[in-house]
C-alpha cells in the first residue's frame, strides 16, 4: 500500500513538472489571452482539450472571445490500439467479444479525449458503431484536476473587463459536466428520450441503443450510415434540395427548444448525418435542458422582440437571471433597446438569433444579473446552429422559422372558451377596481388633510449622482477661492505696504501667486476630467 501511494505521489509529481512546464513554456504570469488558453490546453493532452471543448460552450463563465477561441480545439486525438479497445469490450461485458459481435472494424471511425468509436456487425447481422472509453480515463482526469487546483493560483488571470475569474469554480463546474459525459448510461438514456420525442416525425431520426450491450464505459449503437450535413455537393448529387433540409432541420430545432424543452447542445455540422432521406441527430452526450417555466419565458422573449416590446422584454430577462445588487433599471431599458433597435434595423429575414441572445446575455451579465447555466447552453447552441444553417442553406433564416413555429403552438393551444372565460374574469375585476376608486380618492384626501401622507421614492445612481455633485462642489470651491485671492490681490496693491516685489506689494505679490497656482491646477482638472 505504502508502494502505491508512493507510486501516486511519484506520477502527480512528474505530471505536475509537467504541467508548470506547459505554464512557464507560454509565459502564463503574463497574463492569458484567448489564443494562448487555447494552446496550453493543447499542449496540456487530451483531458484538457476535453475541458477546454466544454468550457467553450459555457459563456456564462468565460467571455466571448475565449469561447469562440476554445472552439477551435481538435476534437480528433491519437487512437488507441485496437487490442486495447477490444480489451475494454471484453472486460465490461464479461465475456468474449465474438460472442456479442460476428466482427469489430479495427479501424475506428473516431478517437477523441474520452472515447473511440468503432464499427461492428453484431451476431445477428445488425450494423452498429460501439463506443468505448479510454482506459482509467476517469482517473486520470480526476487526477489532472486535482493538479489544477493544487496550481490554480498561477491560473489567475485578467479579462478583458478588468474582472477576475475564479478558476477554482469554473474548474468544478467543468469536472462536474466531464463526469456527466463519462457515464454512458446517461448518454444512453438521452437517446431514449430523443427517440421518444420523435417518435411521430418521419424525417428525424437518431442512434437506437442496444441496452443489454451498454454500460457506464461502452455502448453499442444503431450505425447510421449517411452524408455529412455540410457535404453540399455529395448530397446535391444524390437529389437533395438543401433549402429543405436547411428549413426541416431548423423546424426540428426549434421543436426540440420550445415543445420538449430538451435539446441537441452542440448542433455543428460533424453532429448531423441525412441518411435515407432523414436528418440523423447523432452524439446525444450534452444535451440541454429546459423546464416549462424557461420556455415560457423564452416564447415571451421571442414574442416581445416581434412587438418590438423592451419594457416586457427587460421583464423577461430579469425573470431568467438573478440580480446579485441594485439594477438601474433605466440603464438597462436603454442597453436593451439599443441591443434589439440595431437588429430589427436588419429586418426579420436576416436576423441572427442567436447573436442577440448571446449580446443580450452579456449585456445582463454587465450589469450584475447571473444567468442561469442551461439558458447560456442555449444561447450557445443557438449560434453554432445558425453557422451550420449559413454554411449550408444560408436562404434559411432561424429567427423567421422560431417565430412562425411559435405562433402555431399558440394557435394549437388556444382555446376560446378558456379565453372568453379570463377576459370575463379580468372585466369584472378592473370593474370591481373602478369601483374602488372613489373610496380610495376620499381616503388619500383625508390622510393628506391629517398631515399623513408618505411619499416613498426610490433613486437609481444615488452614488454616482453624489459623486458628481460634490465635484461640482470642488470645482465651484475652488473657482471661488482663485477669484478671491486674486481680487482681494488687487485691492492690495492700493496698499502703501513695503518691501515691494515687482513693483507690488509683498502681500499682494503672495496672493497673486496663489491664486495662478489654483487657476492652473483649475485648468488641470478641467481638461482631464473631459479626457
Given at each position: 500500500?505504502t508502494?502505491?501511494?508512493?507510486?501516486q505521489n511519484?506520477?502527480?509529481?512528474i505530471?505536475?513538472k509537467?504541467i508548470l512546464?506547459v505554464?512557464?513554456k507560454h509565459?502564463i504570469?503574463?497574463?492569458?489571452?484567448?489564443?494562448?488558453?487555447?494552446q496550453?490546453l493543447?499542449?496540456?493532452?487530451?483531458?484538457?482539450v476535453?475541458?477546454?471543448?466544454?468550457?467553450?460552450m459555457r459563456?456564462?463563465?468565460l467571455p466571448?472571445?475565449?469561447?469562440?477561441?476554445?472552439?477551435?480545439?481538435?476534437?480528433?486525438?491519437?487512437?488507441?490500439?485496437?487490442?486495447?479497445?477490444?480489451?475494454?469490450i471484453?472486460k465490461e461485458?464479461g465475456k468474449?467479444a465474438?460472442?456479442?459481435?460476428?466482427?469489430i472494424?479495427?479501424?475506428?471511425?473516431?478517437?477523441?479525449?474520452?472515447a473511440?468509436?468503432h464499427?461492428?456487425?453484431?451476431?445477428?447481422?445488425?450494423?452498429v458503431?460501439?463506443k468505448v472509453?479510454r482506459?482509467?480515463?476517469?482517473?486520470i482526469?480526476?487526477?489532472d484536476?486535482k493538479l489544477?487546483?493544487?496550481?490554480v493560483?498561477?491560473?489567475?488571470?485578467?479579462m478583458g473587463?478588468g474582472e477576475l475569474?475564479?478558476f477554482r469554480?469554473?474548474i468544478d463546474?467543468?469536472w462536474?459536466?466531464?463526469?456527466e459525459?463519462?457515464d454512458?448510461?446517461?448518454e444512453?438514456?438521452n437517446?431514449?428520450?430523443?427517440?421518444?420525442?420523435?417518435?411521430e416525425i418521419?424525417?428525424?431520426?437518431?442512434p437506437k441503443?442496444?441496452?443489454?450491450?451498454t454500460?457506464?464505459?461502452?455502448?453499442?449503437m444503431s450505425y447510421i450510415e449517411g452524408i455529412?450535413?455540410d457535404?453540399?455537393g455529395e448530397?446535391e448529387e444524390?437529389?437533395?434540395?438543401m433549402t429543405?433540409?436547411?428549413r426541416?432541420?431548423?423546424?426540428?430545432y426549434c421543436k426540440?427548444?420550445?415543445?420538449d424543452?430538451?435539446f441537441?447542445?452542440?448542433p455543428h455540422?460533424?453532429?448531423?448525418?441525412?441518411?435515407g432521406?432523414?436528418?440523423?441527430?447523432l452524439?446525444?452526450?450534452?444535451?440541454?435542458?429546459?423546464?416549462?417555466?424557461?420556455?415560457a419565458?423564452?416564447?415571451?422573449?421571442v414574442?416581445?422582440?416581434?412587438?418590438n416590446?423592451?419594457?416586457?422584454?427587460?421583464n423577461?430577462?430579469l425573470?431568467?437571471?438573478d440580480?446579485k445588487?441594485r439594477?438601474n433599471?433605466a440603464r438597462?431599458y436603454?442597453?436593451?433597446?439599443?441591443?434589439v433597435s440595431?437588429?430589427l434595423?436588419t429586418g426579420?429575414g436576416n436576423?441572427d438569433?442567436?447573436d442577440?441572445?448571446?449580446?443580450?446575455?452579456?449585456?445582463?451579465?454587465?450589469?450584475n444579473?447571473?444567468?442561469?447555466?442551461?439558458?447560456?447552453?442555449?444561447g450557445r447552441s443557438?449560434?453554432?446552429?445558425e453557422?451550420m444553417?449559413?454554411?449550408c442553406?444560408p436562404?434559411v433564416n432561424?429567427?423567421?422559422?422560431?417565430s412562425?413555429?411559435?405562433t402555431?403552438?399558440l394557435?394549437?393551444?388556444?382555446?376560446l372558451r378558456?379565453?372568453?372565460?379570463?377576459?370575463?374574469?379580468?372585466?369584472?375585476s378592473s370593474?370591481a377596481?373602478?369601483l374602488e376608486i372613489?373610496?380610495q380618492?376620499?381616503?388619500?384626501?383625508?390622510?393628506?388633510?391629517?398631515?399623513?401622507t408618505?411619499?416613498?421614492l426610490e433613486?437609481t445612481?444615488?452614488?454616482?449622482a453624489?459623486?458628481m455633485?460634490?465635484?461640482s462642489?470642488?470645482?465651484?470651491?475652488?473657482s471661488?477661492?482663485?477669484?478671491s485671492?486674486f481680487?482681494?490681490?488687487?485691492?492690495l496693491?492700493?496698499a502703501?505696504?513695503?518691501?515691494?516685489l515687482?513693483?507690488?506689494?509683498?502681500?499682494?505679490?503672495v496672493?497673486?501667486?496663489?491664486a495662478g497656482?489654483?487657476?492652473?491646477?483649475l485648468?488641470?482638472?478641467?481638461?482631464?476630467?473631459?479626457k
Amino acid at each position: 500500500m505504502t508502494t502505491n501511494n508512493k507510486q501516486q505521489n511519484d506520477a502527480s509529481g512528474i505530471r505536475l513538472k509537467e504541467i508548470l512546464g506547459v505554464l512557464k513554456k507560454h509565459h502564463i504570469t503574463s497574463g492569458i489571452q484567448p489564443e494562448k488558453l487555447r494552446q496550453i490546453l493543447e499542449d496540456l493532452g487530451p483531458t484538457y482539450v476535453k475541458l477546454g471543448q466544454i468550457m467553450s460552450m459555457r459563456s456564462d463563465m468565460l467571455p466571448e472571445s475565449y469561447c469562440k477561441e476554445l472552439e477551435r480545439l481538435r476534437t480528433d486525438v491519437k487512437p488507441l490500439p485496437f487490442d486495447v479497445i477490444q480489451s475494454e469490450i471484453e472486460k465490461e461485458l464479461g465475456k468474449p467479444a465474438d460472442v456479442f459481435f460476428k466482427e469489430i472494424s479495427p479501424e475506428p471511425l473516431g478517437s477523441a479525449s474520452i472515447a473511440q468509436v468503432h464499427p461492428a456487425v453484431l451476431s445477428n447481422g445488425d450494423q452498429v458503431v460501439i463506443k468505448v472509453q479510454r482506459p482509467q480515463i476517469h482517473e486520470i482526469m480526476e487526477e489532472d484536476i486535482k493538479l489544477m487546483r493544487r496550481a490554480v493560483s498561477l491560473l489567475k488571470f485578467t479579462m478583458g473587463t478588468g474582472e477576475l475569474i475564479d478558476f477554482r469554480t469554473v474548474i468544478d463546474e467543468l469536472w462536474k459536466t466531464s463526469q456527466e459525459e463519462m457515464d454512458f448510461l446517461k448518454e444512453a438514456a438521452n437517446c431514449d428520450t430523443f427517440w421518444e420525442n420523435h417518435r411521430e416525425i418521419k424525417y428525424v431520426t437518431c442512434p437506437k441503443v442496444y441496452h443489454e450491450l451498454t454500460t457506464s464505459h461502452i455502448m453499442v449503437m444503431s450505425y447510421i450510415e449517411g452524408i455529412q450535413i455540410d457535404h453540399i455537393g455529395e448530397l446535391e448529387e444524390q437529389g437533395y434540395d438543401m433549402t429543405e433540409i436547411g428549413r426541416k432541420a431548423a423546424e426540428n430545432y426549434c421543436k426540440q427548444i420550445l415543445e420538449d424543452g430538451f435539446f441537441h447542445a452542440d448542433p455543428h455540422p460533424g453532429n448531423i448525418r441525412i441518411s435515407g432521406g432523414q436528418i440523423a441527430w447523432l452524439d446525444l452526450g450534452m444535451m440541454g435542458t429546459l423546464s416549462s417555466r424557461y420556455r415560457a419565458l423564452f416564447k415571451r422573449a421571442v414574442s416581445a422582440v416581434l412587438k418590438n416590446d423592451i419594457y416586457d422584454l427587460k421583464n423577461v430577462l430579469l425573470a431568467l437571471g438573478d440580480a446579485k445588487g441594485r439594477i438601474n433599471h433605466a440603464r438597462l431599458y436603454t442597453d436593451i433597446d439599443d441591443i434589439v433597435s440595431k437588429f430589427l434595423t436588419t429586418g426579420f429575414g436576416n436576423m441572427d438569433v442567436g447573436d442577440l441572445i448571446e449580446k443580450l446575455l452579456d449585456m445582463i451579465k454587465s450589469h450584475n444579473i447571473a444567468i442561469p447555466p442551461d439558458i447560456t447552453l442555449l444561447g450557445r447552441s443557438m449560434v453554432t446552429m445558425e453557422g451550420m444553417l449559413s454554411a449550408c442553406s444560408p436562404e434559411v433564416n432561424m429567427f423567421q422559422i422560431l417565430s412562425g413555429h411559435m405562433t402555431s403552438i399558440l394557435l394549437d393551444d388556444f382555446d376560446l372558451r378558456h379565453e372568453l372565460k379570463h377576459n370575463v374574469r379580468l372585466a369584472y375585476s378592473s370593474l370591481a377596481k373602478s369601483l374602488e376608486i372613489p373610496a380610495q380618492l376620499s381616503d388619500l384626501l383625508s390622510i393628506t388633510k391629517n398631515g399623513q401622507t408618505k411619499l416613498n421614492l426610490e433613486l437609481t445612481n444615488v452614488e454616482e449622482a453624489g459623486g458628481m455633485f460634490q465635484n461640482s462642489v470642488h470645482f465651484l470651491s475652488l473657482s471661488i477661492l482663485t477669484a478671491s485671492l486674486f481680487i482681494g490681490s488687487s485691492l492690495l496693491c492700493l496698499a502703501p505696504v513695503k518691501p515691494l516685489l515687482l513693483g507690488i506689494p509683498w502681500p499682494a505679490f503672495v496672493g497673486f501667486c496663489i491664486a495662478g497656482v489654483l487657476f492652473i491646477c483649475l485648468l488641470l482638472r478641467i481638461f482631464f476630467r473631459r479626457k
